[in-house]
């Protein structure tokens, strides 16, 4: 439950969509998270989902979850500046309390 | 408000000394943790503890000091056997069981040696 794995940077053109990709290796997640970390502050909680879930979307966000490839995905639409921040991914086990953070994707966007 | 706050936001430390970080939370949170954050390097875990007077070691508890005397508090002693201590500092919280919400983080303390 310990190797969540990310891309380090990513950068988009404001308007476009971005995809943050995260992969993990324990496949007896329970629940999977991204946060969001902007500069020299702590990390905000974006969104969460349920392993048995597919897909959630909520407003520009959408989370999809394969579980078969352990690969967990945040898309976001419309991509603006105020976007740009670290985002990881976490996951929690069942039966366990802590989460794993994957090392963060720094995401850049582009006027 | 119900919230974290970790305090002081900057720090500075000169070699061989102790400093003791604060996180002091008013959510009636069981759990709380304490993470290092260096470039690149994502989340490390420090200590955490999920009840009162009890506290267990995280990935990189050496040189680190911890105490939970008070559910609402949790601070964080970097004594002078961390040889390298300048990081950013995260304090968060949780509910004990499954953490559905997750974490709530702390805004950070900036720890630098000089």
């Known amino acids: 439950g310990e190797d969540v794995e990310q891309s380090l940077f990513l950068s988009v053109r404001e308007g476009d969509s971005s995809v943050i990709n995260c992969t993990y290796t324990d496949s007896s997640s329970t629940y999977l998270y991204w946060y969001k970390q902007e500069p020299g502050a702590g990390l905000q909680l974006l969104t969460y989902i349920f392993s048995n879930m597919d897909m959630k979307q909520d407003q520009r966000l959408t989370v999809l979850l394969n579980k078969k490839d352990k690969h967990l995905s945040l898309r976001i639409a419309d991509t603006q500046t105020g976007d740009s921040a670290i985002y990881f991914c976490?996951?929690?086990?069942?039966?366990?309390?802590?989460?794993?953070f994957g090392t963060g994707t720094r995401l850049t966007v582009i006027p | 408000d119900g919230g974290i706050t970790q305090s002081p936001k900057y720090l500075f430390r000169k070699e061989g000394q102790n400093v003791t970080l604060s996180c002091e939370q008013n959510?009636?949170?069981?759990?709380m943790y304490w993470y290092r954050q260096d470039p690149g390097q994502g989340l490390r875990l420090i200590y955490y503890s999920q009840i009162v007077n009890d506290f267990q070691k995280g990935d990189i508890a050496e040189g680190y000091s911890v105490s939970r005397e008070k559910k609402e508090s949790f601070p964080l002693t970097v004594t002078s056997a961390q040889k390298n201590p300048t990081a950013f500092y995260l304090c968060?919280?949780?509910?004990?069981?499954?953490?559905?919400?997750?974490?709530?983080f702390g805004s950070g303390t900036r720890l630098t040696v000089v």
């Open positions: 968060a919280t949780s509910k004990v069981g499954p953490v559905r919400d997750g974490y709530t």
């Open positions: 976490a996951e929690t086990l069942t039966g366990a309390n802590n989460l794993f």
């Open positions: 959510l009636n949170h069981d759990a």
